[in-house]
C-alpha cells in the first residue's frame, strides 16, 4: 500500500507558545481532537522518545513514538501500531502497511500570529476522511488558541 505525504497548514492569530499548549495540553487537545472521533485523548508523558498511545473514548487507537520534538517548534510523531481494548496489538499484515507513517507539527511565528503545519502519511483508504476532517481539527484548534 502506498502512503501519501499530505499537508494541512492554519495561520492563527495566536503567539507559538499559545498554539503549542493548545496542540498538546490534555485538555485542549481532547478539544480539538473530538473532531476525528467523540473522547479522542493521548496517554503521554510528551517527552522525545517516549511512547504515545493516541486514543478514542473505547480505549482503541494507535501506539506512536515521540521522534521529535523542539518546544513551541516542532513536534514528529512515528505511528507504530494498533491499540485495542486498551492494549497494544502485535503487528498483522494490516497494521505492517502503515507502520512508521509520520505525522509532524510545525510552527512558525510570523509577527505575533503563528503558521502551524501539519504533514502526514497516509494510506489512500484514510486520504478522503483526513482531507475532510483535518481541515475541521485545525480550525478548532484555530479558535481555542485564539481565545
Known sequence: ??????????????????????????????????????????????????????????????????????????MLFRHLGVVKNGKEEPLDEETKKWSGAEESYTLKDTNGSTNLAVEIDITEDFEKYFSETFPKALNKLKEIAEK
Open 1 to 74: 500500500m502506498i502512503m501519501k505525504k499530505t499537508k494541512f497548514s492554519v495561520d492563527i492569530h495566536a503567539p507559538a507558545e499559545k498554539v503549542w499548549t493548545a496542540l498538546w495540553d490534555d485538555t485542549t487537545y481532547r478539544e480539538w481532537n473530538s473532531v476525528f472521533s467523540e473522547g479522542s485523548h493521548a496517554e503521554s508523558d510528551w517527552n522525545e522518545g517516549d511512547k504515545i498511545s493516541f486514543l478514542d473514548g473505547k480505549g482503541e487507537g494507535m501506539f506512536s513514538t515521540i521522534a521529535q520534538k523542539i518546544p513551541n517548534e516542532f
